[in-house]
């Protein structure tokens, strides 16, 4: 049973934009804070953006101002809008709870950001 799925990557020009989305399972979703995380090859994943239920929001400092987490509490949907991309985006992102026993890592969605 697919819990999270990521989607929305690609390759994009610096100065560009993506829209990510994770669909999540609703034992995953419901009541809990949702975040979106990256990791590069080598590096540890780190989180870039959290959002609660009620829709409060935090931020990396590397994308603060340019990314925005949103979700649709509906349809179990989290998102993240990338504006600005930069190279040093470049990763593979990830959808999870964001505090609390992590649930199965989903297959990430890449992005590539060429200068």
């Known amino acids: 049973q697919v819990q999270l799925v990521e989607s929305g990557g690609g390759l994009v020009q610096a100065g560009g934009s993506l829209r990510l989305s994770c669909a999540a399972s609703?034992?995953?979703?419901?009541?809990?804070?949702m975040a979106w995380y990256r990791q590069v090859p080598g590096k540890q994943r780190e989180s870039v953006a959290s959002?609660?239920?009620?829709?409060?929001?935090r931020y990396a400092e590397s994308v603060k101002g340019r990314f925005t987490i949103s979700r649709d509490n509906d349809k179990n949907m989290v998102y993240l809008q990338m504006d600005s991309l930069k190279p040093d985006d470049t990763a593979r992102y990830y959808c999870n709870k964001a505090i609390g026993i992590m649930s199965t890592w989903g297959q990430g969605t890449q992005v590539t950001v060429s200068s």
């Open positions: 609703r034992s995953i979703f419901i009541d809990t804070a």
């Open positions: 959002i609660t239920r009620t829709g409060s929001t």
